[in-house]
């Protein structure tokens, strides 16, 4: 009978490990039966545990939240849609919105708005929530703080923070491209200055090279050669000038000569003084001549008499020198001769010395044209300095539209607060309830384990053998 | 696995039949109401008059007809006049006390019983009650007839302590000899 009991025992052993259901509600079985077993151990650790979790949610202060709801103007991204253009583009979709919120740059500011620029984000995260629906462009932000001004402030401050940030995000990419533009324009104004200077110093290296305007024609040099030719037409013109002005001067000569002898001869007639000592000379050298003809060499007044002639000869000498000198210009005719000489001969001089100014820069132009780059060369700088024009009206009105741009993206679409946190409500989860909770769990989780550890520490009926000897009796069945 | 129906054979099968079983286990949870229930049953089936008297509060309303719980506060002598008046109406009387270590009458009732059945939940950790129990029935000089194991089923368990719960807040007047 015994054997026979033992053997029943094996089986309702065995039945009460089988797995009746499945292996998942047999270890529960197992759980609750351990904890059943030993429920004064886990009821004990379970109170104290409530105790704990009371302690902490009555000890702590109660939290505020305020809610400010904040709209997304212009909304045309998230879905496609064929009315909104390509270019409507927008720098934060709403479904990131609740993560620009959290963001450590807003947060930060937001914490220097509150005046505890020293908050942990960490903890500035906690107390923030902000969620959207992805088929709605309200997001509300929530902010919980230990009193309700506190919280209604700190809700408004952080919907101002999302806006401005969202505001710079929206503007900031337009900021990168104006910042280049205005680089690459930079660089265009000093290529363009580069080019003028070299423009200007080809001007003055070749000053009949039109610097400013194409070549005539097309033709690399054409104002050269037409400065050239025209050159040579005037060194021609004023060649031909010279020499009528040669031929002028000789005729005014000649007339200066002819003209002298009766200008004399006249300045002689009407001289007094010079028609008396030239009577007076005359009669004492016929005087002179006649006595030494007779040979009166012993005449007492012959030395006298010569000497009287050699004095009148003088004197009459001296007034012909007076009067074919300065006396002479007084004559009227010989004046104006001698007045055409003197103008013949300055146009002479003048138009020689442009002849001469015209022959230096024909040999200039000569040498200048035997360098055939320098019309190339400035050629080259103009079409350069052509094309870095282009390209910078081009950059300038690139740099317009974008910095109308970004005034446009700074002004629409962006986020707008549409109902600013008025006032707050107690928050039903304060972080003492949260202890509270977790405290509890963990009691718990600790009196199941204490339970379970507890109970398969002891001795169990396993077997028909534990169950006989512990009761000195035999066992009669085991009930399924 | 055995029924109660075989139990109660084996238990007919030995040289004297007892004439008054008490079954009973160390803790509230091994359920002996429901292995006394069962035997109750199962005498019955065989043919006996079976009378049920529960001493631990729990009855259930679908026992026997024969059956009767008696409250905690209840006396030896009266214990000892019912069993007397049941004696001389019943061949077989099973008494159920859940919990014999706390009960009043425990010992008494075991000292007088002609064989004591004691239920044990399978797999359940050996506790000191279960050691007190095997001392005292020892002490006592019980007939122990041997031990039922029952199965460890934890919502069995729960519901019976339920069960006893409501059952112990019922007052049941002290039965008259019937």
Redesign the interface.
């Known amino acids: 009978?015994a054997k026979e009991?033992r053997t029943?025992?094996a089986?309702?052993?065995a039945?009460?490990?089988r797995p009746v259901a499945s292996a998942r509600t047999q270890s529960v079985?197992?759980l609750?039966?351990a904890v059943?077993?030993q429920r004064r151990v886990a009821g004990l650790i379970l109170a104290c545990g409530i105790v704990a979790a009371l302690f902490a949610v009555l000890t702590t202060h109660p939290k505020y939240t305020a809610t400010a709801t904040m709209l997304m103007v212009a909304e045309p991204m998230d879905a496609p849609n064929p009315k909104i253009p390509e270019s409507a583009t927008k720098p934060v979709l709403s479904a990131d919105l609740p993560s620009l919120v959290t963001t450590a740059t807003v947060l930060k500011r937001f914490a220097r708005d509150l005046g505890a620029p020293t908050t942990t984000l960490d903890v500035l995260r906690s107390r923030v929530h902000a969620k959207i629906n992805l088929d709605s462009s309200v997001m509300p932000i929530q902010y919980t703080a230990a009193s309700a001004k506190e919280a209604v402030r700190g809700a408004n401050l952080l919907s101002d923070e999302v806006t401005r940030f969202y505001r710079e995000i929206a503007v900031k990419r337009f900021d990168s491209l104006i910042k280049d533009l205005t680089a690459q324009l930079a660089t265009r104004r000093a290529e363009l200055a580069q080019r003028d200077g070299e423009l200007a110093s080809a001007a003055k290296l070749y000053p009949y090279i039109d610097v400013r305007n194409s070549d005539s024609g097309g033709e690399i040099g054409g104002s050269v050669y037409q400065r050239l030719i025209a050159l040579h037409t005037e060194r021609d013109e004023l060649q031909a000038v010279v020499r009528a002005d040669q031929a002028t001067l000789l005729s005014s000569s000649a007339l200066v000569l002819n003209a002298r002898p009766l200008a004399i001869r006249d300045f002689i007639q009407s001289d007094t003084v010079y028609q008396h000592l030239h009577d007076q000379y005359t009669q004492d050298i016929v005087n002179l001549q006649h006595l030494e003809s007779f040979g009166s060499d012993q005449y007492p007044g012959l030395a006298e008499l010569r000497d009287t002639v050699a004095r009148e000869a003088k004197a009459v000498a001296a007034e012909q020198r007076k009067a074919s000198g300065s006396e002479l210009a007084s004559n009227p005719a010989y004046s104006a001769a001698l007045d055409s000489q003197v103008r013949a001969g300055a146009q002479l001089a003048g138009d020689q010395a442009k002849s001469a100014t015209v022959n230096a820069e024909l040999e200039k132009l000569n040498e200048q044209i035997g360098n055939g780059n320098a019309a190339t060369n400035t050629s080259r700088i103009r079409r350069d300095r052509d094309s870095a024009q282009a390209a910078y009206e081009v950059l300038a009105a690139r740099l317009s539209q974008t910095i109308a741009d970004r005034a446009e993206a700074g002004s629409t679409g962006s986020v707008v607060v549409l109902d600013p946190a008025q006032s707050a409500q107690k928050a039903p989860f304060t972080s003492g309830t949260l202890l509270g909770i977790s405290i509890l769990a963990f009691a718990l989780w600790v009196a199941i384990t204490g339970a379970v550890v507890i109970?398969n520490g002891?001795?169990?009926?396993?077997d028909a053998e534990?169950?006989?000897s512990?009761?000195?009796?035999?066992?009669?069945?085991?009930?399924? | 696995m055995k029924s109660l129906a075989t139990i109660w054979s084996i238990i007919e099968a030995s040289r004297s039949m007892p004439a008054m079983i008490l079954v009973t286990s160390a803790t509230p949870d091994d359920d002996a109401i429901g292995v006394a229930q069962g035997l109750v049953n199962a005498s019955k089936n065989a043919g006996h008059c079976t009378g049920f008297l529960a001493l631990g509060g729990a009855f259930d309303a679908h026992a026997p007809a024969a059956s009767l719980a008696l409250p905690d506060e209840s006396s030896c002598a009266g214990f000892d006049e019912l069993l007397h008046t049941w004696r001389a109406t019943y061949d077989v009387i099973i008494v159920e006390i859940p919990q014999l270590l706390t009960h009043n009458l425990g010992a008494h009732v075991a000292r007088t019983a002609d064989g004591v059945i004691v239920a044990v939940r399978t797999n359940r950790s050996v506790q000191l009650a279960d050691r007190e129990l095997s001392a005292l029935l020892k002490q006592l000089g019980a007939a122990l007839l041997g031990v039922v194991a029952t199965p460890p089923v934890v919502i069995g368990i729960v519901g019976d302590a339920l069960t006893r719960s409501l059952r112990a807040r019922r007052s049941f007047p002290v039965p008259a000899a019937s």
């Open positions: 009978m009991n029943a025992l089986n309702a052993a039945h009460s490990i079985i197992g609750a039966t059943w077993y109970e002891q001795e169990r009926f396993r534990s169950i006989e512990l009761y000195g009796a035999p066992l009669l069945g085991a009930l399924a």
